[in-house]
């Protein structure tokens, strides 16, 4: 190393341990929880563009967006009176759940702005979970057998044509909580829903409303909540149970092998589970602690992943 090189290589480093505070660290990437708003009363998560991830309010409705790496976050669309539950990010637009409204929102993913509210029913229901096909999305009510289909123009935006889809075929409806988490094949051929109650995993045809029960083998996916499809790999969320089952689904969906259970001692009720790249995360919806304007909640990273 010549003298002037090293006089510079000195400088440097005298520079920036000046500009370091004492005891200062860096943040870690993509720390194990990333925290939401006190009192915010979460229960659907979505992962969107690069590292952004969005939770929904059941207090008032309102939308987080927050990042991954940094677990940084703010409130991106701010409401009163509505609820939001399941939430799915497609082609930049964000669909939520509305819960008991009977309504389902959809805004822009990246500004915030409201781009539609969709009448679903005027009956007593819970608009819990929702799926995206190329052509329509797809919401889910714990309180009636039936799917309500949203059509989609080309661009992914709803034309506000809005058709019930009873569940028929093996599908049984009970007391209690009963259509809950909802995912597609990637082609839209099939739809896979979970009943809270039963655990009875079912395919629905999207062009009858069939359902078929899955033999999961002899997997307990009772209170079955979130669910996600991955490739050939289906996640179940079973919140109170603070668990996510892990299945390996056979080609024709008919069938199920269960693989892992999925624990973390972050886990406080979780209810739904979004992926980024190959972590996968929870957010803990905390039903079983009294809400308060001072409750945290936040989302975790799932351990093993």
Do not use: C
């Not at 229901?125 to 309180?143: G, K, L």
């Not at 992914?156 to 028929?168: F, I, K, Q, S």
């Not at 079912?202 to 997997?219: L, R």
């Amino acid at each position: 190393m010549t003298p002037r090189r090293r006089l510079l290589t000195t400088v440097l480093a005298a520079l920036l341990a000046v500009s370091a505070p004492a005891g200062a660290s860096a943040a870690p990437a993509f720390p194990d929880t990333v925290p939401l708003p006190d009192g915010w009363l979460p229960e659907g998560i979505a992962t969107g563009t690069g590292t952004t991830i969005y939770s929904g309010s059941r207090a008032d409705g309102s939308i987080w967006k927050g990042d991954l790496r940094t677990g940084l976050g703010q409130v991106l669309v701010d409401v009163d009176g509505r609820v939001a539950v399941g939430l799915k990010v497609d082609r930049g637009l964000l669909l939520v759940a509305g819960g008991p409204t009977g309504d389902a929102y959809v805004y822009d993913a990246r500004t915030g702005r409201e781009v539609a509210v969709l009448d679903l029913t005027d009956e007593p229901s819970f608009i819990n979970d929702v799926t995206v096909t190329r052509e329509a999305a797809w919401f889910t009510d714990s309180q009636s057998a039936v799917l309500y289909r949203v059509a989609l123009d080309p661009g992914g935006a709803p034309t506000g044509e809005v058709l019930d889809v009873p569940l028929t075929g093996d599908w049984q409806q009970v007391a209690g909580f009963n259509a809950n988490g909802i995912a597609s094949t990637p082609d839209g051929g099939t739809l896979l829903v979970i009943n809270s109650t039963t655990g009875i995993l079912y395919t629905v045809d999207p062009a009858t409303g069939e359902a078929v029960a899955v033999d999961t083998g002899g997997a307990d996916l009772t209170a079955g909540d979130g669910i996600l499809l991955s490739g050939r790999t289906l996640y179940v969320v079973r919140n109170r149970l603070n668990e996510i089952v892990e299945l390996r689904m056979s080609p024709d969906l008919l069938s199920a092998t269960p693989v892992d259970t999925l624990t973390d001692p972050d886990f406080d009720v979780p209810t739904t589970i979004a992926l980024h790249g190959s972590r996968l995360y929870a957010v803990n919806a905390r039903f079983s602690t009294p809400p308060t304007p001072g409750t945290e909640y936040d989302i975790v990273r799932v351990d093993g992943r």
